[in-house]
Nanobody
Framework: QVQLVESGGGLVPAGGSLRLSCAASGRTFSSYAMGWFRQASGKEREFVASIIRSGGSSRYADSVKGRFTISRDNAKNTVYLQMNSLKPEDTAVYYC?????????????????WGQGTQVTVAS
């Protein structure tokens, strides 16, 4: 069992930056591949980024590639999402998730644990 708590969301103007954090507690954090997903109002949850257990490789949705960076600090049991050049279409609730069996997967069905989400709003 692992508990995930996101933080760092907020209101930011277009072109601005935010860094989301997801703190994990419970079983060994480094045993899990981690991912970030987002869900805009009235839309399905979509993949944003994922990172393998060691942090040595990551994967991004095309819509955020070059603007967002996922990273993790296994010593601090935390995964981050640095978001730059934000656009209004990035507005959503952002969720972190942990996968015990998959690596860098983009499917939400492959993740076992989810945080409660943090709201990101980008003003035009």
């Amino acid at each position: 069992q692992v508990q995930l708590v996101e933080s760092g969301g907020g209101l930011v103007p277009a072109g601005g930056s935010l860094r989301l954090s997801c703190a994990a507690s419970g079983r060994t954090f480094s045993s899990y591949a981690m991912g970030w997903f987002r869900q805009a109002s009235g839309k399905e949850r979509e993949f944003v980024a994922s990172i393998i257990r060691s942090g040595g490789s990551s994967r991004y949705a095309d819509s955020v590639k070059g603007r967002f960076t996922i990273s993790r600090d296994n010593a601090k049991n935390t995964v981050y999402l640095q978001m730059n050049s934000l656009k209004p279409e990035d507005t959503a609730v952002y969720y972190c998730a942990a996968s015990a069996y998959y690596s860098r997967t983009s499917s939400p069905y492959d993740y076992d644990y989810w945080g409660q989400g943090t709201q990101v709003t980008v003003a035009s």
